[in-house]
Structure formats: structure tokens, C-alpha cells
């Protein structure tokens, strides 16, 4: 009897402990292959191609990076820029919205609600909304075309609506109102202060969005000093594609040099970097938005 | 009373901001799904450009590329659901059964970290791994004596490349939601069917999958709501958006976004996106009502 349950167990621990370690290790190696790339020497790279390890040791990409930086340091800006004012401003008016619908005296909360989570069952689409920000809103080489399409997600706002009415008694609020506070001060020095944790989880959430977000700059910014870091990425990494296809038509053309191959998994480097360095302590608060999401969304 | 409208005001100006950006960026766009029997042009816009009744959906069912647009999508999605959902329950139990502590944490960080990452350092590992000159797997094809492999040329492989990849971002983040339920359940439970006599095997599928049926129905509903839309920055990345390439990854959601971009066709991509929009609304209202009439509290709405 106690001898199956072990080998039962020990059958378990083999399947799963192999499974996770693939798993695993699907995970990390690109990231392997990636920095091993940016850590090789070109020739070594032109030669025998990407390796798991550098088979010539070269920080020469990275100075090829730090002798150039106007371009990446712009696009490192942009980024930053969109990230810090879209999620400062779309967390303040999301979290206005879910405290004024989760607050029982406002009349048609319901219907508001639905005008709200109706816009994630019908969509006009990605031709429409293009031509509202072209043609309408001149929007075509302008920052806030950056920012505007990510700036409020529905679902944060249910999200909020919900903790805020199951954290906060209702009589916290009362007795503020009691007290002669209005709306806005209750919101401003109560809800706020002790929603922090809901607060912090929506903006990591959203600050991802801004900082990965490269398909907004495809549709609207060409202009050099708007194209944020994950545009300017993957421009670089598909340029080697149209060089070549130029080459083949302009005879002289051979002479423009694509961007070093440990030059690019460099600037792939350097584009994960911040988030590789927050992920240990950021981790947290995304596992414990998506459960809150998945009970509450 | 006069105090309640003064609230009511102050409470309305609060909201205005979210419904404003509403109005805007989801309601004006959907009137704009005229466009699809429109014949537009840029100086008379949304609503001033001439009709053209169903010229758009004639010509974009002529090309007959729709249909096998269409169909991709679909027949991706359905994969995705079928792989994703079984790897994330997978992925789940193990993670809560296994004994060593830090290696369930190093394991979890590690599968969750894909997620993290934008699509575009994606195609940065695609590019590196298959790049036909340098890639990674071309080095260690020649390293070990083989012919080196022009993925590009291989159209067929890349439906198991998206599928790899999809399930490689997602898995960690669907995991997520397991791992919260498979902890819930009542450790009581566990103990007395060990003291009966049951395995791991045992207990896995007779006391935990059972138990989280009611997440794996949700899970998978909210997925088929959304089965009739492609993932447009994975088929776009991961794929270079290459030509070549187009018969096996093409999905709804890159076809209507090239006829913008590339083709500046409004009219025929405005056609797809509308007939897009339709059918996903439809599948999300009968999915809703099935789950209402069979479970009420799993409904969306």
C-alpha cells in the first residue's frame, strides 16, 4: 500500500519537474540567445551566426550604442513621456468614473455603466476610429495620438468600481458626507488614499500598455523625434528586410550598410532592460490584478 | 434636496471626462461603420462621401481572400483555446502540487515574464531564432552537420510557430487565475482522500479538476466571445508581416489593417471590419445567453 503511493508520487514528481523545467526554459532562452548576441563580436556573428554563448566575447555594440544615442535617448523619451502622462491622467479620470458609479445616490448609474461596457461588445472598428484621428482630429504627427487610444480601458473601471464598494464601508463615506465634504473631497481624501493598493495594480497595468504599445506610432506618428522605443525597435529590425529588397533593385544602394546584428539585439536589449529590472518587484501586484480581474471583470 | 442636486452635479462633472472619451473614441467610430457602403473619399469624409450601396462587400468577397481570412482566424483561435487552456491548467496544478518552494517561484516568474514583453522584442526572437543567415537555429543545425532550413519558404510551419508562440506569452498570465482556484479549494479535501488511499494522479483528476470545471467554462467562454478577432500584434510581429507568408498567418485583423495601410483601400477594409464587428457581436450576445440560461452567475451581462 505505501509502497504504490510512492511510486505514484515519485511518477508525479518526474512528469511535472520535467514539464516546469521546459517550460522554463522555453521561457528564458531567448532572452539568453538575445544578450549572447549583443554580447558577440560581428564577425563572430556574421560567420558562424547567433549562438546560447558568445563565441567572441565584444562590448562593441553596446559603445556602437553609447556613441549614438540621439535617436534611442528621443525615443527612450517618448516613451517615458507617453508613459508617465497617459497613465497619470487615464488612472485619474478611470478611478473618477468607478467612484461615481459605485456611489448608490447618483441617479442612471446602471444606465452609464452599460454606456460604458457596451463599447466593449460593438466596436466601429480600426478603419473608422483611423479616419477620426487623420482626417478629424489631426492627429497624424501629434503625441496625444500616442496617448489617447490606450488612455481609458473599461474594464479597469469595473475593476475599480468593484474594489472600491467591497474595500471601503459605505458609512466611511456617509459620515463624510455628514460631515459636509463633497463629492470630490471625499473622493480626493478618502477614496484615494485607501484605494492605493487597486490604484497602483491598474497603473502597472496601464504603464506596461504605454511602454510596449508600437502600433499606435505605426498608424499615426512618422516623424523622427515622435517615434517611441518600441516603434524605433522594430523599425531597426525590419530594416534589414527593405535594405536588402533595395539592394536588390538600386545597384549603388550597396553601399548603405544595414545595422550590425549584435548592434540589434543590443538595442533589443536595451528596450526590455527596464522592465527585466522592475519585474521582481512588480510581479506581485500584476498576479493579484488579473485574480481581482477574473473575480470581478 | 438642494444639497442632493449639488451632488449629483459635482458627481455628473466626475463621470464627464470617461463618457466624454467614450463619445469620441468608441461612439462617433461606430456611426462610422457607414464607411462600409460608402465610396470615400478624404475631402468629403465619413459622411459626406457618396454612397455606393454593397460595391465594398462585392468587391471584398470577390477577391475571395476573405474567406480564407476568415477561416484562418477562426482556426487559430480555436487552437489557441484548445492548447492554451490545457497548458494553463497544466501549468497550474503542477506548480501547486510540486514540493520545492523556490523552484515553483523561480518556475512561475519564469513562464510569467513572457507576457511582460511587447511583440515587437517577440520578432526580435523570431528574427534571431530563424533569420536564415545568422538565426540561432540555423547555427546549431550547421553546428550539428545539418542543412540549414529557410524557414521563410516553409509556409506550413509557421501555423505550429504561432501556436508555440501564442501559447509561450500566455500561458504564464492564464495560469494565474488556475493558480488562485486550484488554492482555494479546501486542503481537508486532499487530506482525507490521501488517508483513502489516493495517488497524486488520484486526487488531480477526482478532487481538483472537478473542482475548478466552473473556471475553465468561464475562461473558455470569454475566449469564444472573442473568437471571430485575431490577435493583429502577434500575427503582425511574429510573422515580419511577410508576404510569403500571408496564405497560412493571414488573419482578419492583418488583412483589414493592410487594405488601410498598404492598399488605402477604406471602403473594402471598412467592409471586412463592419462584418467583423457583426459576427463578434453576435457570437459574444449567444455565448452570453447560453451561459444565462445554463449559469447564471458565469454570464458576462
Known sequence: MHYRLSKDKILFNIIAYTFLMAFTVCCLLPFLFVLSGALSSERSILEHGYSLFPREFSLSAFRTLLAMPGDILNAYGVTVTITVLGTAVGLFITAMAAYVLQRKCFPHRNAFAFFFYFTTIFEGGIVPKYILMIRYLDMKNNLLALILPLLINVFYIIIIRSTISSSLPNSLIESAEIDGAGEFQIFRKIVIPLSKPILATVGLFMALEYWNDWFNAMLYVDQKSLIPLQYYLYKMLSQITMLRELVSKVPQMTAVTPPEESFKMAMTLVTIGPILLLYPFVQKYFVSGIMVGAVKG | ?301
Open chain 2, 1 to 301: 434636496m438642494r444639497r442632493n442636486t449639488k451632488r449629483n452635479q459635482v458627481l455628473l462633472l466626475m463621470i464627464l471626462p470617461a463618457v466624454l472619451y467614450f463619445i469620441i473614441f468608441a461612439y462617433i467610430p461606430m456611426t462610422g461603420i457607414v464607411l462600409a457602403f460608402k465610396n470615400y473619399n478624404y475631402i468629403d469624409g465619413i459622411f459626406l462621401s457618396p454612397w455606393n450601396g454593397l460595391k465594398n462587400f462585392k468587391f471584398l468577397f470577390s477577391g475571395g481572400k476573405i474567406f480564407r481570412v476568415a477561416w484562418n482566424t477562426l482556426a487559430y483561435n480555436t487552437v489557441f483555446i484548445a492548447v492554451n487552456q490545457s497548458l494553463q491548467i497544466i501549468t497550474a496544478v503542477f506548480l501547486t502540487e510540486i514540493a520545492s518552494k523556490h523552484f515553483r517561484k523561480f518556475s512561475q516568474s519564469a513562464i510569467f515574464l513572457p507576457y511582460f514583453i511587447s511583440w515587437v522584442i517577440v520578432g526580435g526572437f523570431i528574427y534571431n531564432l530563424f533569420n536564415y543567415e545568422y538565426g540561432t537555429l540555423n547555427s546549431f543545425l550547421s553546428a550539428a552537420g545539418k542543412n540549414p532550413v529557410d524557414m521563410y519558404s516553409n509556409v506550413g510551419a509557421w501555423k505550429y510557430v504561432l501556436v508555440f508562440v501564442n501559447a509561450w506569452k500566455w500561458v504564464g498570465y492564464g495560469s494565474v487565475i488556475y493558480l488562485a482556484a486550484i488554492t482555494g479549494i479546501d486542503k481537508e479535501i486532499y487530506e482525507a482522500a490521501s488517508i483513502e488511499g489516493a495517488g497524486k494522479f488520484r486526487q488531480i483528476f477526482s478532487i481538483t479538476l472537478p473542482l475548478i470545471v466552473p473556471q475553465i467554462v468561464t475562461l473558455i467562454l470569454l475566449d469564444v466571445g472573442r473568437i471571430f478577432k485575431g490577435d493583429f500584434q502577434m500575427f503582425y510581429q511574429v510573422t515580419g508581416n511577410n508576404p510569403l507568408l500571408y496564405e497560412t498567418t493571414d488573419v482578419i485583423d492583418t488583412f483589414v489593417v493592410r487594405s488601410l495601410l498598404q492598399l488605402q483601400d477604406v471602403g473594402m477594409s471598412s467592409a471586412a471590419g463592419l462584418m467583423q464587428s457583426v459576427i463578434n457581436f453576435v457570437i459574444l450576445i449567444s455565448v452570453n445567453a447560453v451561459v444565462r440560461r445554463t449559469q447564471r452567475d458565469y454570464a458576462l451581462f
